[in-house]
């Protein structure tokens, strides 16, 4: 039924992942009865319904494409991210119980441990026959996990660790899986051996036994949440709980029989980040999962939009009101998200295959595999800020842009939004991880960047040149190859729809802030501010930065990816979608390219008289665009509006 | 426990029906287990026990404030608006189920009947003895009420009226209170006499007998919706519902028992829409209760970020964590969006007051009253947009400011986020109504503005002097008090905190965008572009326009609000609330000042750092500025976060 168009479009959108989707979108047709199930269930049988569902779909072993073969994987971490992303079409606490199982717990066991952990788990957790969780989180230091107050202590004696809950509000909280179904947890605490400190550390132990918690930890339930009530979070506290020596996953650390501490990295700092790192996979699943999500309530939106007529009695050529998609200010509405969503598609697939690249050990050429692991970190920090912010927004807007019938819960928006509201802040809160993503143009990715706390970073910077900062940044490389294309460089007003000029002025504004922010927090510190303070005053600014730097990024994927599309509709159509997404994002903060003189005041009304075009252009591919979403009408669950 | 400060800005926020806030409040706090209720209960049982606290409540008399004395009320319209308003400091189904009962069905058989109808109803409506619901929106016509699809034939053999539901998609749709509660409703049907249409027309009838339909009528339940499930949503089909003639509410037209029509508004369109009119204080209610929602949620995010330390450890002078409102961004996420709940509750009680004098027959002075109510209907109208924008936002940035426990349905962020997300789209689409607003301004209030479809605006528009349109705007005088004011005008730049100069920006925005899109309407027609076409492609500025009316007064409310305040502690907090929150919405659109000459590139920049500056200021008096909101600690319900 689709058009040969969407169909192009469609492959463009499933990149080198196509045929891994669309099984995942047949092993998951037949469940698409869970959503209802959301509704129609009592809180418990819905989360059995939901285990049942992942543990059905293990079988498939679509749900754990990145392990290793012998363990029933297939050895592809891209392909794992691109199923992952594929089961957001899906109802979303099945998503988040498969990421749970596979790619937290299953994942940690897999990147921190080693042979005698992968032997004892690896199997049966990615057969679902033992159910994991990942217990990080406290309630008392949601971010800031180096902090945690969870002590996992040596015992010479009885060569075991022996965890406990330290402090009142250092119980494990929100933890996935947790509540109800989990046996065993990975739990992270800090080693203490013979009073010494060492740092964070994972461990992975038994906390339930038959149904029931084992002596030693104590479980309850979180309840019900806003959404995604079919996972079963909970809290865990330890009292003393013993494991054998042999649980510490000591694939970067180990203890030996004795209580000697042993380990390749020598900052305590730098070992927990090692460790955090190889756990960027859940971030990168996240921001992929929100860009489908941002997917299905646009299919529902632009669908509906182009069936509903509304107002103008009788004007319209055919005696009928106007479909709603006629109107200027609902194009408006939708298409530029569409165009976002296309474009993080685009920026997604790049960050998808640094991770399959870096993790799959197929890392080639000159980089150094170290700064190469720590820009990858940085772009699925800001990717998956990005993605699930725009997700929250699409789903609103198209929510909206449904009126009263977008709020029942026989329309799947309802869903939508209540499930995917907590992906601005799990796997990394969104303001935090833009910090974080600053944090690495700042420092030119140094080793021990992402474990610098604020202040340190503020110290970082202020040690340094200003241009220093700014040269060595790779932006810095980008600018000097476009700074002709810019107004207020030597060459002509370049066209509004060259994307070269849109990718020159989101590199610019990157690259201003970036000098910016390194001279605020020096000239803060050379003024003798306290570092705290000078970084609460430039925070804004910090954040900002993060986020230009991401946008550049996003945009910058998605031309690439349309430039190596061959000539023809779909491609025309690409360009478009391309330029209304860039001109969108520089017509957003178009005050920033004025304030900083590489924006006329005509260019900017003309950017956004330009957008309106293209709205009109891209309107009568509305439903192709959406239909290359790729989204089966099981899981649009809108009877009254598709 | 409140501060001095606290106490003084609690009764700037209260205004003149502090009394029935305070009286609300304590008849509301028996029923704060209702929140809890709301995920605990099934879904019959939490509607059935909504319904139980909603006709207790009745029993107090204050959710039919607005009623005459006579019928159990205390004829005071702003109190009632008030008392309502303080509701939405509990479960919002409540309010929304008291706002049906008392509201929308006792307020259409008030407005919109007569002696007869109110004798015949209206102590029992009062009372809670009778439940009653309005059945007006379809689901084939959401927001386009004239082209109902409802047909009330009036038959002349048995004096009564046949009401039926005529086209498929005509069923009425969304009606809180008829799927499980109500036995009366207020039918809105095409009154049709022979034949001949007679436009919109509301009929009182029975629907619900002893717990079943009556013959005639079909019902059928929505079903769970994403929030607000305490309010019994439901579908009403007609299939030749017999009525009494008595049966019409007759207060603008009438039926005689020999079948002729009379009334004394000629046009069918001007009939119709002095019936919606007198039924604007639904809007006017929702646009309060949405501010009022915000401030819980504000509240909460507010108490949190005092408390809750995070990150940079060992950094304070106290060895402690940094409070999280330290951090400038959280700052900035905060402390803008209290100072807008501030500024609507100022712009909410100009408006209330205009309802009160104009519903309560005290309107004095020369305004011609049929201007006045067409100004007040726009003014309820824009301010509804702007205020349930306002409430989805601040609630949303105030649960990812909780970051994941925010998440959980045992803290208020859950059912706020899910009950108030309609009310951007219920009582009219924000985006429909911010065009009403701009249609109040093309045409000047023209009798017949309101009626107005688009095409007609275009072409009313087109047929005047561009000039004309603008001299007649009210705020074409206000621009030429301050014009001095603006920069590019003769004065000196002037303070970057003085209210003149910002109420004279939104002014200029609000003058140049009327001219703007007058002449772009105007223009359109002269080169002969369709009318639906040259609306489509200028509906944006269209609706810019009417947020820019709205935002002129709302700032213009608040800053008249807090000159009227004695000197002192409470008024120079006061002062910068108001900077801050006309700087922030001088800032969200910088570029359009810039673009149009009136914003410098340092000015705009100053205006940023102003905020900041604002915000470090407010900060030590954050604590003040919520508990002002007044909302006890029952209902914050946010056990682990303040």
Not at 330 to 355: F, M, W
Not at 524 to 553: C, N, W, Y
Request: charged residues 25%; hydrophobic residues 45%.
């Amino acid at each position: 039924m689709d058009s040969t168009v969407a169909r192009q479009l469609r492959a463009f959108l499933a990149g080198p992942y196509a045929d891994t989707r669309e099984l995942v979108l047949g092993s998951l047709e037949p469940y698409a009865s869970v959503l209802e199930d959301a509704e129609r269930l009592p809180i418990d049988e819905f989360r059995d319904r939901v285990r049942d569902v992942v543990v059905e779909m293990a079988g498939s072993g679509l749900t754990a494409l990145g392990f290793p073969k012998e363990y029933g994987g297939a050895g592809n971490i891209g392909a794992s991210i691109a199923a992952f992303e594929t089961l957001a079409v899906g109802d979303l606490s099945v998503l988040v119980k498969t990421g749970v199982q596979f790619g937290l717990f299953g994942g940690a066991i897999l990147q921190l441990g080693t042979a005698r952990h992968h032997e004892a788990y690896l199997a049966d957790t990615v057969a679902g026959n033992v159910m994991g969780c990942f217990a990080m989180t406290e309630h008392g230091h949601g971010s800031n996990v180096a902090a945690l107050g969870t002590v996992a202590t040596y015992d010479r004696e009885t060569r075991e660790f022996v965890i406990t809950t330290t402090t009142e509000d250092a119980y494990k909280d929100y933890i996935g899986n947790a509540a109800r179904h989990a046996e065993l947890a990975v739990v992270f605490a800090q080693l203490e051996i013979d009073g010494e400190r060492q740092g964070v550390h994972a461990f992975v132990a038994r906390i339930r036994e038959a149904g029931e918690p084992v002596v030693g930890v104590r479980i309850a339930d979180d309840g019900r949440k806003m959404g995604l009530n079919g996972v079963d979070n909970g809290r865990l506290w330890f009292d003393g709980l013993r494991v054998p020596r042999e649980a510490l996953l000591n694939r970067f650390a180990d203890v030996s029989e004795e209580g000697v501490y042993s380990s390749d990295i020598e900052s305590v700092n730098r070992r927990f980040f090692t460790v955090l790192g190889t756990l960027i996979q859940g971030r990168v699943s996240v921001g992929g999962a929100a860009v489908t999500a941002s997917k299905v309530a646009l299919s529902i939106a632009t669908r509906y939009a182009l069936q509903r007529r509304q107002f103008d009695t009788g004007a319209g050529d055919d005696g009928l009101e106007t479909p709603l998609l006629d109107y200027g200010q609902h194009q408006r509405r939708l298409l530029p998200l569409i165009a976002r969503s296309y474009a993080l598609t685009a920026a997604q697939e790049v960050l998808v295959d640094h991770l399959h690249r870096s993790f799959g050990g197929d890392l080639q050429g000159p980089e150094d595999p170290e700064v190469y692991r720590r820009e990858l970190e940085s772009r699925a920090a800001g990717t998956k800020a990005l993605a699930t912010w725009h997700a929250t927004r699409a789903i609103q807007e198209s929510r909206e842009a449904c009126g009263g019938a977008g709020y029942l819960a026989e329309n799947r928006f309802a869903a939508l939004k209540a499930d995917t509201d907590v992906f601005t802040t799990f796997e990394g809160d969104n303001t935090v991880l833009l910090q974080l993503v600053a944090k690495g143009l700042l420092t030119d990715y140094a080793g021990e960047f992402s474990s610098m706390d604020q202040l340190e970073l503020v110290r970082f910077v202020a040690s340094q040149a200003v241009d220093t900062v700014v040269e060595r940044a790779s932006v810095h490389k980008l600018i000097e190859r476009v700074r002709d294309l810019l107004p207020g460089g030597d060459g002509d007003e370049p066209d509004i729809r060259d994307a070269d000029y849109h990718l020159a002025m989101l590199s610019f504004r990157e690259e201003h802030m970036l000098a910016g922010v390194a001279r605020r927090l020096k000239g803060g510190i050379d003024r003798g501010t306290p570092a705290g303070i000078v970084f609460s005053h430039v925070q804004d600014h910090v954040i900002a930065l993060g986020r230009a730097h991401v946008e550049r990024l996003i945009h910058e994927a998605f031309v690439a990816k349309v430039r190596a599309q061959p000539e023809g509709a779909a491609r025309d159509l690409l360009d478009k979608v391309a330029d209304l997404a860039a001109l969108s994002a520089i017509e957003a903060d178009r005050a920033w390219w004025m304030e900083h003189g590489r924006l006329t005041v005509q260019r900017s009304k003309a950017i956004t008289a330009e957008i309106n075009t293209l709205c009109r252009e891209l309107r009568p591919h509305a439903r192709d665009l959406v239909d290359a979403f790729g989204i089966p009408d099981a899981f649009l669950r809108a009877p009254d509006l598709v």
